[in-house]
């Protein structure tokens, strides 16, 4: 049995970097990929601008290790990514008791698509290429 996702689309965010007290590091990302959208028989249509209809999903990815620093240095909002890993689900109490449930992409590889959108330093490094 295999547990694998891959994922291509935008950053929505800048990543969010951080590390553990065991001194691990760890960098979530949140990638938006788009499919077609589709009316109640299940046909496409089109925008008001006449462009094919899309609907944005918004994936959790978290990223650890090497990998972290690397995504959390080079990685920016609006850049293209394709990640592969593995679906994680969730489950936690709230403050207030309730059971809340989660779902997110542990990443095992993420590529470098294009640089990012330019906001910051990340976005002029040509020497980041995709990282295992």
């Given at each position: 049995?295999?547990?694998?996702?891959?994922?291509?689309?935008?950053?929505?965010?800048?990543?969010?970097?951080?590390?553990?007290?065991?001194?691990?590091?760890?960098?979530?990302?949140?990638?938006?990929?788009?499919?077609?959208?589709?009316?109640?028989?299940?046909?496409?249509?089109?925008?008001?601008?006449?462009?094919?209809?899309?609907?944005?999903?918004?994936?959790?990815?978290?990223?650890?290790?090497?990998?972290?620093?690397?995504?959390?240095?080079?990685?920016?909002?609006?850049?293209?990514?394709?990640?592969?890993?593995r679906i994680h689900y969730t489950q936690w109490?709230?403050?207030?008791?309730?059971?809340?449930?989660?779902?997110?992409?542990?990443?095992?590889?993420?590529?470098?698509?294009?640089?990012?959108?330019?906001?910051?330093?990340?976005?002029?490094?040509?020497?980041?290429?995709?990282?295992?």
């Open positions: 049995m295999t547990n694998i996702a891959i994922l291509t689309g935008r950053l929505a965010r800048d990543p969010e970097a951080r590390t553990t007290q065991s001194a691990t590091n760890v960098t979530g990302i949140t990638v938006v990929t788009d499919r077609p959208a589709r009316d109640k028989d299940g046909n496409t249509y089109k925008d008001e601008n006449g462009y094919t209809a899309k609907e944005s999903e918004f994936h959790r990815v978290t990223c650890f290790n090497g990998l972290a620093k690397t995504v959390g240095q080079y990685c920016s909002k609006g850049q293209l990514v394709s990640v592969q890993g109490e709230d403050k207030d008791g309730v059971t809340r449930y989660g779902t997110e992409i542990l990443a095992d590889k993420v590529d470098f698509l294009s640089r990012g959108n330019g906001s910051g330093e990340n976005a002029d490094n040509k020497d980041a290429p995709g990282i295992d």
